[in-house]
């Protein structure tokens, strides 16, 4: 198992909000991606200009549909970049990462650059795969490189970790959580063994279903 990532300790990242544009419809839940920027940009010392984020984001058009990311420097800079939006998958087969979160770290609470333990598991990712699931000190099921995830028991019940677990507060797991169909519940790879379906979600694709791809499953390791 590799050392458990701790936050920088320099100011040397930015925050990120990353969002789907739609023509004709522009981008889902902006109100939350604002709310998450500002929170983290408060948390974490950033300026912030509300008014400058919304003109960015509602600046945006397009007659394809987009992949956007905007950033925001610690003196309150912006950066917006475009490109066309990936072809959403039907299914995505993932991993469990060797590397390991720890659910103390502040940090993790927030979308920034400071990506590198990510960087790495999707750099390990064996031909095939789309995703690694990582887990935090405990053994707990925290998030993948890129998405939330989010079970569905065999009783029906559809779950997700808590921020306690070391997870990011995702866009779309917020919308989910607060429309009262998904809870919050800590997770074990028992838990998705078991589940009766899996699904990995994020503001950009929405949800996938998913499968912990057997052949590659790297669960032994934590034996």
Not at 32 to 61: C, E, K, N, P, Y
């Given at each position: 198992m590799e050392n458990q990532i701790c936050p920088?300790?320099?100011?040397?990242f930015r925050l990120i909000e990353t969002f789907g544009y739609c023509p004709g419809q522009g981008i889902a839940h902006t109100a939350?991606?604002?709310?998450?920027?500002?929170?983290?940009?408060?948390?974490?010392?950033?300026?912030?200009?509300?008014?400058?984020?919304?003109?960015?984001?509602?600046?945006?058009?397009?007659d394809v549909r987009l992949r956007c990311r905007l950033t925001l420097g610690r003196a309150g800079d912006l950066e917006l970049?475009?490109?066309?939006?990936?072809?959403?998958?039907?299914?995505?087969?993932?991993?469990?990462?060797?590397?390991?979160l720890h659910s103390g770290d502040a940090l993790r609470r927030h979308k920034t650059t400071h990506r590198e333990v990510f960087d790495r598991?999707?750099?390990?990712?064996?031909?095939?795969?789309?995703?690694?699931?990582?887990?935090?000190?405990?053994?707990?099921?925290?998030?993948?490189?890129?998405?939330?995830?989010?079970?569905?028991?065999?009783?029906g019940e559809q779950l997700t970790p808590p921020l306690t677990s070391g997870c990011l507060p995702g866009i779309y797991r917020q919308s989910r959580l607060n429309m009262g169909g998904l809870r919050e519940a800590v997770l074990t790879l028992g838990d998705l063994q078991q589940a009766h379906s899996i699904y990995l979600v994020n503001a950009l694709r929405g949800a996938t279903r998913a499968i912990w791809a057997p052949q590659c499953s790297q669960f032994a390791q934590f034996a």
């Open positions: 920088p300790t320099a100011a040397d939350l991606h604002i709310q998450r920027l500002q929170g983290s940009a408060a948390a974490l010392g950033f300026d912030f200009d509300r008014h400058a984020v919304l003109q960015q984001m509602q600046g945006l058009t397009s970049t475009t490109a066309p939006m990936p072809a959403k998958l039907a299914l995505m087969r993932f991993v469990i990462a060797t590397t390991r598991a999707r750099a390990a990712l064996p031909t095939g795969i789309d995703e690694a699931v990582l887990l935090n000190e405990r053994d707990e099921v925290c998030e993948g490189t890129i998405t939330n995830i989010v079970i569905t028991t065999a009783d």
